[in-house]
């Protein structure tokens, strides 16, 4: 009875230790809706720009407003492979909170990037995708931000016209 008792205690405490671990690595956090929208900014737009982040931050605003992807910050920006590998996990550097957090208390609050308007998706500003179906609004922060529609409604060449087009028209 008495060695049952101890391991027994000895595996509560290991389980108990792990939990701890892990809570401080973030994987039991609960995030808020400000740590999200954050997280979301600051590995997406690789903090270049607060037009960049906030352009990113309006996505995911127009994603939770859809009705087609989960109607939270945290539940667009946690949604496995839509945002950066390790969003919701990974450190951010304390350096540039103050401009992160900013740019994210602007966008909660209804800042929306002038140029977005209704876009929903985007990607790397370097690559170079063959759809026709991806009406390019604006490229800032290192993104190329685009709407989806049907080809026909689509207003520009295919295939997409280069980086150094995009960036001047959105300046």
Do not use: W
Not at 47 to 55: H, I, Y
Not at 79 to 96: E, I
Not at 102 to 127: D, K, T
């Amino acid at each position: 009875m008495r060695t049952r008792l101890a391991r027994t205690t000895r595996t509560l405490a290991l389980l108990a230790a792990t939990v701890a671990a892990l809570s401080g690595c973030g994987v039991f956090r609960r995030h808020t809706e400000l740590d999200c929208m954050e997280r979301a900014m600051y590995f997406e737009s690789n903090r270049s720009s607060r037009d960049g982040m906030v352009a990113v931050g309006s996505v995911v605003m127009n994603r939770a407003a859809s009705g087609r992807y989960p109607r939270t910050v945290c539940g667009v920006v946690s949604q496995k492979n839509q945002f950066a590998p390790g969003v919701m996990t990974r450190r951010m550097d304390a350096r540039s909170a103050p401009m992160v957090r900013e740019a994210a208390v602007a966008v909660l609050r209804g800042e929306r990037h002038p140029l977005i308007g209704n876009a929903q998706f985007f990607h790397a500003a370097s690559y170079r995708a063959r759809y026709d179906n991806m009406h390019y609004v604006l490229t800032t922060g290192g993104n190329a931000f685009y709407e989806r529609r049907r080809p026909e409604l689509v207003t520009q060449p295919v295939p997409r016209p280069t980086i150094e087009g995009l960036t001047r028209r959105s300046r």
